[in-house]
Nanobody, 122 residues
């Protein structure tokens, strides 16, 4: 059974940084497409970033491009989302999701974490 757990959320001020972590059990994340999604109160879930299984570059939503970086640490079986220059509109619950042997991410990915809350104060 695959379990994903996010960590690293919290309350920060505008312009500060956070790093979210996605830890997996029961799966080798390097063999999975991994995506970060977020959902703010009253809004639909939004795909923030995605990386396909194996090697490759990450996709970023326009709203976070240049500020967020997704990267893997295969030795630790972790995926991270480094978030810099945070803005109040980045406040949301952030979810990691994974699907084996995929090259893209979607809202129906096989495995999801329970989310980590990020709050950015103005």
């Amino acid at each position: 059974q695959v379990t994903l757990v996010e960590s690293g959320g919290g309350l920060v001020q505008t312009g500060e940084s956070l790093r979210l972590s996605c830890a997996a059990s029961g799966a080798t994340l390097g063999d999975y497409a991994v995506g970060w999604f977020r959902q703010a109160p009253g809004k639909e879930r939004e795909q923030v970033s995605c990386i396909g299984s194996g090697e490759g570059s990450a996709y970023y939503a326009r709203s976070v491009r240049g500020r967020f970086t997704l990267f893997r640490d295969n030795a630790k079986n972790m995926v991270y989302l480094q978030m810099n220059s945070l803005k109040p509109e980045d406040s949301a619950v952030y979810y990691c999701a994974a699907e084996p042997e995929a090259q893209t991410c979607n809202y129906g990915m096989d495995y999801w974490g329970v989310g980590a809350r990020v709050t950015v104060s103005s």
